[in-house]
Nanobody, 118 residues
């Protein structure tokens, strides 16, 4: 059973920082892409950042210069360092991975709440 487990969400003031982490576990052969999406209630889930096995990164325009995605020394781990947080960053963040277990498939974490408020 492959699963993605997230941690690090919480409540911070505007301008503050949070560091999200996600660990993929299970019978995994290869991880091709890991990343983060977010979803405001009533709206579509949107890409925040991704990183592939060659450490190529991709960021949404709204977070460029503020968020940094990275892979851990353990290749099944991904982090999202979020700095200069804004109230509009408030939403649920989901870990995402394209990986191979029995076959190549998209996987999603359970989501972690990030709230930016004074």
């Amino acid at each position: 059973q492959v699963q993605l487990v997230e941690s690090g969400g919480g409540l911070v003031q505007p301008g503050g920082s949070l560091r999200l982490s996600c660990v993929a576990s299970g019978s995994i052969t290869s991880i091709y892409v890991m990343g983060w999406f977010r979803q405001v209630p009533g709206k579509q889930r949107e890409l925040v950042a991704t990183i592939d096995s060659s450490t190529n990164t991709n960021y949404a325009d709204a977070v460029k210069g503020r968020f940094t995605i990275s892979r851990g020394n353990a290749k099944n781990t991904v982090f999202l360092q979020m700095n200069s947080l804004k109230p509009e960053d408030t939403t649920v963040y989901y870990c995402y991975a394209v990986l191979r277990g029995d076959y190549v498939k998209n996987y999603w974490g359970q989501g972690t709440q990030v709230t930016v408020s004074s």
